[in-house]
C-alpha cells in the first residue's frame, strides 16, 4: 500500500518524503484553520446561520482539497476566499440588498462558468485580457477593503460627523483585544512564524477571556451588553459531535442556492456572477504564482496552465454553493506547506482531513468575535497590500490612474465591484487618451460594456 500510495502521488519521484508531506499538511492546516471560524463571522453579518457556515466551510474545504490532491494532485490548500466572503456579505447582500440565498445562487453560477472556462481553456484568455495594473491594483484594495471592515467591526473605527470616521476609543473592550491580537500577530510576523494568523487570534481570544474574568470579578465596570459580546469559553465540552451544526447546515443553507437560480435573470445579478468569477480568477493566479516561486524545481507555467487545479477551484466552489457559502479559492497560507517540504497532493489530502476533524471543535466558536477575527483579516490584509510594488507608480498616467482609482474606491465607496468596474473603465479611457487603442484587448472592450451596464444598476 505504501508504495502503491508513493507511485500515485509522486513522492519518491517529486524528491519528498512521507514526513514532509505529512509535516506540510500539518503546516498548512494551521496556517489555513483561522478561516473555519472566521468565515461564519463574516457570511454571519449577512444574516446566514453561524454554525451551518462553520459546516459547510469545512465540508466544502475538505473536498475541494481532496479533489486537488488525488485529481490534480498539487499540494494546494482551498478554502473559502477571505475577499470574496467580504465581497458576498458587504458588497452584494449589505450594500447591494441581495438576500444570502441570492448571493448564494450567484457563486453557483459562477462556479458552472469558472468550470468551463478553466476545462476550455478560455480561463486564461481573460486573465490575459485584464491589464496587469488593475489585476494588482484590486489585490491591494481588497487587502485595505478587508482590514478596513474589520477596524469597523471591532470598534476600532467608529463613525463621525466631522470627519467621517474616527478612532473609537479604548474604553471598548473589543478594541483592547484587536490591538491585543495584533501585537501577538505582528510578534510572530516580524519573527517570520508562519502561524502568526493563527495565534494573533489565539492571543486576542486569551485577551478577551482574560477581560470577561475581570468584569465577573468587579475588576472591570462593564455593561452586560458589553460583556455579552466579549469572548467565551463554550458551556460544555469544547469536542462534541457536530450534530447541531450538520443540522443546521442540512435544513437552511443545503440546496438554497438551486432554489433561487430563477432570480439570476437580472442585470445586477449578472454583474455579481461576473465579479464573483473574476475575483476566483485573480485569487487562484496569484497564490499559484507564489506556490511555483517555492518550488524551484517547477515551472510557474506548469501550475498556472494545469487545467485541473482550477477545475478543483471551481468544482470546491460548486460544493460551497450547495452546502452554504462564499466562493472557495485556493489559499497563499497553504504555500507554507510547500514551504516546509511538501511536494505533492498527499499534503492536500492530510489537510482536508485534518478539517474534518475541525468539525468536532464547534463548540469553540463561542470564543470568536469580530475583534478576535481582526488580527487574521488585517495580516491578509497587509500580505495583500504587498502586491502594491508590483503596479508601475513610475510608469505612464494610463496605468496609475486606473491603479489609484481601483485601491482607493474599493474602501471608500465599500464596494469591491465598483472598485474593480471604475479600474476597467479608467484604464480603457485613459488608453484612448494615450492613443493607444490597438493595445486594448478585444475581450477587455467585452468587460468595459459590462462594467458600464452595472454603473446603470446602482
Known sequence: MKEKIDQYFGITK?????????????????????????????????????????????????IAMLIMGLWARFPLGLAPCMSMNAFFAYSVVLQMGKTWQEALASVLVASILFLILAISGVRSKIITAIPATVKQAGTV???????????????????????????????????????????????FLVRKNQYAVFLGMIGAALCGLFIRFGATMDWFNLSETVVAGLPQLPAGSPVVIPVEPMQAMLDETFLVAFKNLDKMLSLDSFIVILTFLFLDFFGTATTLSAAA??????????????????????????????FGTSSLSTYIESVSGIIAGARTGLMSVVVAILFLLSAFF?????????AVTTPAMVVIGIFMMQNIRNIRWDGPFEEIIPAFLTIVM??????IALG?????????????FAKRTNEIPKAMHVISIISIAYLFTL
Not at 517555492?294 to 468544482?315: C, G, H, M, P, T
Request: net charge negative; with cysteine; proline share 4%.
Open 14 to 62: 517529486s524528491g519528498s518524503t512521507y514526513k514532509r508531506e505529512l509535516t506540510g499538511g500539518l503546516t498548512a492546516f494551521l496556517a489555513m484553520s483561522y478561516v473555519i471560524f472566521v468565515n461564519p463571522i463574516i457570511l454571519g453579518q449577512a444574516g446566514m446561520p453561524q454554525d451551518a457556515v462553520f459546516m459547510s466551510t469545512i465540508l466544502s474545504s475538505a
Open 141 to 187: 484594495g481588497l487587502g485595505i477593503f478587508i482590514a478596513f471592515v474589520s477596524f469597523k467591526n471591532s470598534g476600532i473605527i467608529v463613525p463621525d460627523e466631522g470627519m467621517f470616521i474616527k478612532f473609537g476609543g479604548f474604553d471598548n473592550p473589543n478594541v483592547i483585544i484587536a490591538f491585543f491580537g495584533l501585537l501577538v500577530a505582528a510578534f
Open 293 to 322: 516561486t517555492q518550488v524551484s524545481d517547477i515551472k510557474s507555467e506548469k501550475f498556472e496552465d494545469n487545467k485541473r487545479i482550477y477545475s478543483a477551484d471551481a468544482l470546491g466552489t460548486f460544493f460551497g454553493s450547495l
Open 362 to 370: 464547534f463548540p469553540l466558536l463561542s470564543l470568536v468575535t469580530s
Open 410 to 415: 474599493m474602501p471608500l465607496t465599500g464596494s
Open 420 to 432: 474593480l468596474v471604475l479600474g476597467f473603465l479608467s484604464y480603457e479611457i485613459c488608453m484612448i
